[in-house]
C-alpha cells in the first residue's frame, strides 16, 4: 500500500485561541497564503501572492492541534482564500480525525470545490462582495461573478451553518447599496450576516487607505442595521 501523500499549504498564520471566528465555538484559524481576487481594501496584500507550502508547515500545525485536542473545539481555515489549495480537503479531513470541527472562511472564488469540501465542514463565513452589477469591481477579477453567485447557491443548498459577510468601504457601496444588497441575501434565505468596516491601513489600493467623504458613517449602518434586524436571525455590524 502506497504511505499517504505529505500535505504541502503554505501556512502563514495560526492564532491559537479566538471565539470571534467560529460562532459558539472555542476555536483556532489556520491562515493560508494566496488568493485570486484583489479586493481594494484587502488589509494583507502580503498574502495574495500564492506558493506551495513545504510539507513541515503543515506538520508544525499538525503537532499544534495533538496538543490542543481536548481544550479547543474548532479549527478554522481562513486566507487569503483557502480553497485555492489543493491539499486543503486533505488538511480538513486529518483536522476532523483528530476531533476538531471544522470552519471555512471562504470569498466564494472556488464553488465546486466547495462543495466537494461541504460534507465534511461544520460552518462556513462566505463573502459577499457585493452585488453581481458591481462585485467585479470590487473584487478586481473580471468574469468572476459567475462564481461568486454559485457559491452562495452551494450554501443556500448545503444544509451546513453559514454566514455571509460583506467588507464595506465608502468607493464600493452607498447606504441604499448595502441595503440593497442586504434585502436580496434576506430574500434568498441568507439567515445569518454580518457588515464589517474596511480597514484603512496596509491597504493593497491605496486610494482606500481613507474614509470616502459623504460615505455611510457608522451611525448611517447603525440605523440600517436596526432596521433591517428583523429580516435575519442575526444582523451584525463589526469594526
Ligand atoms: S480581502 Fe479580497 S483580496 Fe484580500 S484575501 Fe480577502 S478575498 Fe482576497
Known amino acids: 500500500m502506497d504511505a499517504p501523500r505529505e500535505i504541502r499549504l503554505p501556512v502563514a498564520g495560526l492564532t ?46 499538525r503537532d499544534f492541534l ?11 481555515f481562513s486566507g487569503g482564500e483557502p480553497v485555492m489549495h489543493r491539499d486543503l480537503p486533505a488538511a480538513v479531513r486529518e483536522v476532523r480525525a483528530l476531533g476538531f470541527a471544522v470552519g471555512l472562511h471562504t ?3 472556488y464553488p465546486q470545490r466547495l462543495q466537494t469540501l461541504l460534507p465534511r465542514l461544520d460552518w462556513v463565513g462566505l463573502d459577499v462582495k457585493g452585488e453581481a452589477s458591481r462585485v467585479e469591481t470590487i473584487v478586481g477579477h473580471p468574469g468572476i461573478a459567475p462564481r461568486l453567485a454559485q457559491s452562495l447557491d452551494v450554501m443556500l443548498e448545503g444544509g451546513v451553518d453559514f454566514e455571509c459577510r460583506t467588507t464595506l468601504h465608502g468607493r464600493d457601496f452607498t447606504l441604499a447599496d448595502i441595503e440593497r444588497l442586504a434585502l436580496t441575501l434576506a430574500a434568498r434565505g441568507v439567515r445569518h450576516y454580518a457588515l464589517q468596516l474596511a480597514r484603512h491601513d496596509q491597504c493593497l489600493d491605496p486610494r ?32
Open 16 to 61: 491559537r485561541l479566538t471565539t470571534l471566528d467560529f460562532p459558539e465555538r472555542l476555536a483556532g484559524v489556520i491562515f493560508l497564503q494566496g488568493c485570486p481576487l484583489a479586493c481594494g481594501y484587502c488589509h494583507n496584500p502580503q498574502m495574495l501572492t500564492p506558493r506551495r507550502g513545504e510539507t513541515a508547515e503543515w506538520a508544525s500545525v
Open 66 to 76: 495533538e496538543r490542543r485536542r481536548g481544550l479547543l473545539e474548532g479549527m478554522v
Open 107 to 109: 470569498a466564494g472564488v
Open 208 to 239: 482606500y487607505a481613507a474614509p470616502v467623504p459623504g460615505g455611510p458613517s457608522r451611525a448611517d449602518l447603525e440605523g440600517l442595521v436596526a432596521r433591517l434586524a428583523p429580516r435575519f436571525e442575526t444582523l451584525a455590524l463589526r469594526a
